[in-house]
């Protein structure tokens, strides 16, 4: 029997290829849309959730109830987590995690270029990442220790046992000797956590001076507690610390007359869950996209395969008519309800599993194309989990049970002496279906609303002023594999006399993203005056300001001639010299109020603010010094506009007579500013790529209600013809109730997707104000759709003969 069924079934399907076709493609493509944003939104939901007792894991951050509002910072000084551990018993392990730039490994001759993040031995405790060789206890246990991720011991020792063997890392003339003590998994994707291998961090070059240090906030702390002790029990007992190591901090905003917060605290150590740092962009550490977008990405999904569903009603309903008399002799030849829902649906199921087949094949076609475009990182082992594809199966049976389900159970409805005479009473569109159609194009419609103003927002952060000059300027990642001050010395001396050079400078932190990716901040805090300052820490070279175009405020700029210049003397932004308190800070010596080793440094400059970070990230007050002995990391070189096109060869060039060792990363500046907006582009993009599968699904439901509802109406427009109506009256008669209700979805989706973008655009501290016409824009754009989309079959309805649709009665 249910091979008779399915034999059937496939018969039907092939007799009726375009309905098929139509109904394969709009469950293919919503099932290929879905299953990404499923992906994208379970590789963000399960970050950092395969740690072993990840619920009794938190972040550390400071709340600090600034008069200008509270700000949050999860950089930690050096010697919180010793005291922690010292005073708290109920904190079982504490981690520092030191990391950002990667860092050359030297064994027998070869170099490796690997990311080594410094940190604690309770590392092994907080987090649970498997330890493939070595004793979790110990590996970590001597300041000379390493231990290394898996494919980094496979790309150094091959298949040789790493496990005591000797490594140098380090630049030459800084290396320092280490033992392999352990070897670790790699840290997954998801995970925010990541090293290529592990070192203590009391190897920080400046970790003595700084060991004692509570204002200088350079690194994350992790802690896991007793399992008896909760988050608000611990962060209660922690204003005591904050009170005890903060009271000059406390006592500063005291005195400017800052009110407390909610929970009665002016400066508090608080904690973050550890399933939770991922997606608190407001605290260092969180780098994902905000957690209600991925919710939003997971309903998009679940809508359009919704979508894809209630096509697949529409279309099975309207197909009905032409399969009315065949159900009704079924019946009158004693087949039961039972047996013609099962043929029906038997047709459904098959529809859906081709659809479902298809959709999962174009993914994994298009996944690699996919990846690349919305920098997504999908791997095809995600599906594979035994938690998604119970889901895939989940979504399967549901969407086989609505879409072929309903339309099967209204068709043995039929009252077989009804049909066979020729009438068939379906009620005309009802709620439900006018609901669902309203519904379609309300997210449809929000989801294009949502990509517009999402692209205007990333336009205006592109447009703004950042206070310096990025065109014709090339930054250069000088790596591990050279000293970056002899390199820029070795530059300068190039390009010296070549006219189409303006200026060359190094810095310590690059402007925008490059291709090394590397986006390193250093932030010192310190009290001057009795102020609490924070400020950007930038180490700069001469002529920085040149190369950039900043103009000078007040005060010099950086000048070789004064000797003095590369020790202890700053040049500082506007802010900078607001947030001291000083209207002319030129010639001031700027240190801690507690520092009486005369090691404070004198303000020669002041410039206008300028953005050394995205326009998302927190702005502070920069200061900028020269240093003999700190690391230049980047070479940024100013270019004449009319050699713009051949620099970055002659660059090149350049550098394999520089640094031959190094591999040429030059970029443009102006490029590097772009993307610092890829996540921003990333969402609009994928809005964009959502909201035109939701249009192209909701007209292909649109296209099958106006079928069904024509169908209904053939005889009343062929009376309508008798009685003299002309074509532009029927079309009109036949488009009104269509167009009626896209106004209501469009009266349902502008107040909507108004309210949700303005508290989007709220997160930003500079953002546009949504214009009225992006809305008058989609309405009327959803309009002239829904018109082309009915128009061929009110068309084709009009212009048939009444005398065929009128010869029955």
């Known amino acids: 029997m249910l091979r008779n069924y399915v034999k059937i079934a496939l018969r039907n399907l092939l007799k009726s290829k375009g309905y098929a076709t139509i109904n394969v493609v709009g469950i293919a493509v919503a099932v290929c849309i879905c299953l990404f944003l499923f992906l994208i939104a379970y590789l963000q939901l399960t970050f950092d959730a395969f740690h072993t007792d990840g619920n009794r894991v938190f972040q550390t951050y400071f709340v600090n109830n600034d008069p200008e509002g509270a700000r949050k910072s999860g950089r ?31 064994y027998q001759g070869k170099y490796f270029d690997k990311l080594v993040t410094l940190t604690d031995p309770d590392f092994m405790k907080v987090f649970s990442f498997p330890l493939l060789k070595g004793n979790r206890e110990a590996a970590l246990q001597e300041l000379s220790s390493i231990v290394l991720s898996e494919n980094t011991a496979k790309a150094i020792f091959g298949n040789e046992d790493p496990l005591g063997k000797s490594l140098k890392i380090g630049n030459e003339g800084t290396q320092k000797q280490y033992i392999v003590t352990g070897v670790l998994s790699d840290a997954p994707y998801n995970s925010t956590i990541q090293y290529d ?16 240090n509570w204002l200088n906030n ?84 679940f809508f359009i395969l919704l979508i894809a569903c209630i096509n697949f009603i529409n279309l099975s309903i309207a197909r009905s008519f032409t399969r009315a008399k065949e159900m009704g002799v079924r019946k009158s030849l004693g087949a039961l309800k039972k047996q013609l829902f099962i043929q029906i649906w038997s047709e459904s199921t098959i529809i859906c599993f081709i659809g479902f087949g298809v959709g999962i094949l174009l993914s994994f076609l298009l996944l690699p194309e996919f990846n690349a475009r919305f920098n997504a990182k999908i791997e095809l082992e995600y599906a594979f989990q035994p938690g998604f594809i119970a889901v895939m199966l989940f979504l399967f049976v549901l969407v086989t049970f609505i879409a072929g389900g309903y339309p099967a159970w209204q068709m ?61 300027v090339i930054s250069i990642p000088v ?20 006219p189409a050079i303006v200026s060359v400078t190094g810095t310590g932190v690059n402007l925008g993203k490059g291709k090394d990716r590397v ?106 010094h020269i240093s003999n002995t700190e690391t230049i990391h980047y070479i940024f070189v100013r270019v004449t506009p009319q050699s713009l096109a051949s620099s970055m060869d002659k660059l090149k060039n350049v550098w394999k007579e520089v640094a031959p060792q190094a591999e040429f990363m030059g970029t443009f500046l102006d490029q590097n500013i772009d993307d610092w907006y890829q996540e921003e582009e990333m969402m609009t993009q994928v809005f964009s790529l959502a909201a035109g ?19 209904q109406r053939t005889k009343e427009i062929g009376i309508r013809k008798v009685l003299g109506a002309g074509l532009p009256n029927l079309v009109f008669v036949l488009s009104r109730d269509f167009i009626k209700l896209i ?67």
């Open 76 to 106: 930690m000084p050096i010697p919180l987590t010793p005291a922690l551990k010292a005073e708290y018993s109920e904190i079982e392990a504490a981690a520092r995690i030191v990391s950002g730039r990667k860092s050359l490994i030297e």
């Open 197 to 212: 291998a592990l070192i203590r961090v009391e190897n920080l070059t400046n970790y003595q001076s700084e060991k004692d």
């Open 218 to 301: 350079s690194h994350l702390v992790f802690v896991k507690t007793n399992p008896q002790v909760t988050q608000a029990t611990l962060e209660n007992r922690l204003k005591s610390f904050a009170k005890k190591y903060y009271a000059g901090v406390i006592e500063t905003l005291v005195k400017k007359g800052v009110k407390s917060d909610e929970r009665g605290d002016l400066f508090a150590i608080r904690l973050q869950p550890l399933a939770d740092v991922h997606f608190a962009r407001d605290i260092d550490g969180g780098k994902g996209a905000p957690i209600a977008l991925i919710y939003v990405l997971l309903g998009i999904g």
């Open 412 to 472: 043995i409805k039929f009252n077989p002496v009804e049909v066979l005479k020729g009438k068939i009473s379906l009620k005309r569109p009802g709620l439900l279906r006018n609901s669902l159609l309203v519904m379609q194009f309300s997210m449809s419609c929000l989801l294009a609303c949502a990509t517009i103003i999402a692209l205007q927002q990333v336009g205006y952060l592109r447009q703004q002023p950042l206070g310096f000059q990025k065109e014709q």
């Open 479 to 498: 790596g591990n594999y050279a000293n970056g001050r002899q390199v820029l010395q070795r530059m300068r001396n190039k390009l010296a006399n070549d």
């Open 519 to 624: 986006s390193a901040r250093s932030i010192v805090g310190f009290t001057y005056k009795g102020r609490k300052v924070d400020t950007d820490w930038l180490l700069v070279d001469y002529d920085y300001l040149k190369t950039l175009n900043i103009k000078v405020a007040a005060g010099r700029d950086f000048d070789p001639a004064y000797a003095g210049d590369s020790v202890n003397r700053l040049v500082i932004t506007e802010s900078m010299a607001k947030a001291m308190g000083e209207k002319s800070p030129v010639g001031l010596l700027l240190g801690d109020d507690g520092d009486t080793t005369s090691t404070k440094s004198q303000i020669i400059g002041v410039v206008p603010d300028f953005h050394l970070y995205s326009l998302t990230s927190e702005s502070r007050p920069i200061t900028m």
């Open 693 to 711: 599968i939701a249009i192209f699904l909701s007209c292909l439901g649109l296209f099958a209600v106006a079928l069904l509802v024509i169908e």
């Open 743 to 809: 106004l209501i979805a469009l009266a349902i989706t502008i107040p909507l997707a108004w309210f949700l973008m303005q508290k989007w655009l709220d997160s930003y501290t500079y953002r546009i104000e949504i214009s009225a016409w992006v809305f008058v824009g989609v309405g009327a754009s959803a309009i002239m759709i829904a018109l082309i989309t009915v128009s061929f079959q009110t068309l084709k309805a009009a212009l048939t003969n009444p005398i065929n649709s009128l010869k029955s009665e």
